[in-house]
């Protein structure tokens, strides 16, 4: 079956626009994660979602950063006004079960560079 | 808070050569998974291998195998016979295993080049 995919695979912004980055999970799965990793970094925990509803945004640098699920399936990661420090790569991942441990599968992220 | 430390940042190793790649942590957890995960060019992140905390037995997977020692919070990667597709970055990471949020926290990683 299909992994995650992640789209766009790459985003140029221009510093003060807005961009809204796209996460579709493996079918079915419960668990929704994004992370961000800053050029030579590993990735950084940002929101957690379990079905539509979203259990964990501590991650979440600043409150120019949005995310939403709003029907338990896709998500997306909407950065507004953005600054040259939140160029990175936004990855996604999700997992079948909302207890207990399940493997969290990765899609292959979305670069993004602000200009 | 948890911290996962991985002091290396790249290594090199030969075709068919044994390499381990070392990580600490730091936590007050007392139960929790660790991880090693992969992450090719492509930036796929891959797992590679899991161990859980309570588990004695250090876990292994084909070429790969862990050295765990959990007083020591040490959580080394040893990858045997390598090979050409085992070049990538490669992430130590933990998580806790109560609560309801599964997340992950990642080292820095270690670029491995496996050579010719």
């Known amino acids: 079956g299909a992994g995650v995919s992640q789209s766009p695979r790459y985003k140029v912004a221009k510093r003060g626009q807005d961009v809204a980055l796209r996460c579709d999970p493996i079918s079915g799965h419960v668990s929704l994660f994004w992370y961000q990793q800053a050029l030579g970094q590993g990735p950084e925990f940002l929101t957690y979602?379990?079905?539509?509803?979203?259990?964990?945004k501590s991650g979440l640098p600043s409150d120019r950063f949005f995310a939403e699920r709003p029907e338990g399936s896709v998500s997306t990661l909407k950065i507004q006004r953005t600054q040259q420090e939140d160029s990175a790569v936004y990855l996604c991942?999700?997992?079948?079960?909302?207890?207990?441990?399940?493997?969290?599968?990765f899609g292959p992220g979305t670069r993004l560079t602000v200009l | 808070a948890q911290t996962v430390t991985q002091s290396q940042p790249e290594m090199s190793v030969q075709e068919a050569e044994t390499v381990t790649l070392s990580c600490t942590y730091d936590t007050s957890e007392n139960n929790y998974y660790l991880f090693w995960y992969k992450q090719p060019p492509s930036r796929q992140m891959i797992l590679v291998i899991r161990q859980e905390a309570y588990k004695q037995q250090n876990a292994t997977e084909n070429r790969f195998s862990v050295n765990f020692q959990k007083a020591a919070k040490s959580f080394s990667l040893k990858i045997s016979d390598s090979q050409l597709g085992d070049t990538a970055m490669y992430f130590c990471a933990f998580m806790k295993r109560s609560g309801s949020n599964y997340k992950l926290t990642f080292g820095k990683g270690t670029l491995l080049t496996v050579n010719p």
């Open positions: 979602f379990q079905n539509e509803a979203q259990l964990d």
């Open positions: 991942a999700s997992s079948s079960r909302q207890g207990a441990y399940n493997e969290q599968f």
